[in-house]
């Protein structure tokens, strides 16, 4: 079989499986049949997010590469430079994030819902008051970055899919934002762009 349609099966389902994963009437349902032991969920759900992409990585890089552009010194600077500019950013954006949170490690010293405390909405500081959601506008940047730095079909495939996701993602994560800030949710949705400042 083609290893580059193998590559994008692959991929689907590993942004498949995140959606389904973080669905919160699956994780209701989750919580409901695991009880005290959902505390355990987000650790497992990075667990086996984490191991998925690497193995997905794995394959990818186990494919021949295949070039659709020439290489040269400028297009590999240029995403050198757009790379190290999206970890850059990933980083100021991951700072105003609760890390043990978002591990799941926090959530293990509760013993009912995933959340220990009301969550805090974010609209005006930081890389928030230029779009809604920096983590993604960062990882753009990088994936962007990297497919001008290695420019196989294989890295192409891989960038085409995360950025078909990345909108469909963000509207599914955003319901769960409405429905848990509602207006003021709304009201910061219709003033910032969604993923890229100023733009989209």
């Not at 297009?75 to 609760?98: E, K, M, P, R």
Request: charge should be positive.
């Amino acid at each position: 079989m083609n290893p580059y349609f193998l590559l994008s099966i692959a991929w689907i389902f590993f942004y498949a499986l995140h959606s389904f994963m973080a669905n919160s009437y699956i994780k209701s349902r989750v919580e409901n049949v695991l009880k005290s032991h959902y505390r355990f969920y987000r650790l497992a759900f990075n667990f086996i997010s984490i191991l998925l992409f690497a193995g997905i990585l794995w394959f990818q890089f186990s494919i021949p590469e295949q070039y659709f552009l020439s290489v040269n010194l400028y297009t590999q600077l240029a995403g050198g430079i757009i790379f190290l500019a999206g970890t850059v950013l990933l980083l100021i954006a991951f700072s105003s994030f609760n890390k043990l949170e978002f591990a799941g490690i926090e959530q293990l010293n509760s013993t009912g819902s995933e959340q220990a405390k009301a969550p805090e909405l974010i609209t005006d500081s930081g890389m928030y008051a230029y779009v809604r959601h920096p983590l993604y506008f960062a990882v753009i940047l990088m994936f962007l970055g990297a497919l001008l730095f290695r420019p196989t079909i294989a890295m192409l495939i891989f960038t085409g899919i995360t950025f078909i996701y990345l909108p469909i993602g963000v509207r599914l994560e955003e319901q769960k934002l409405i429905e848990e800030f509602g207006k003021s949710y709304i009201e910061y949705r219709r003033k910032v762009k969604m993923l890229i400042p100023f733009v989209f």
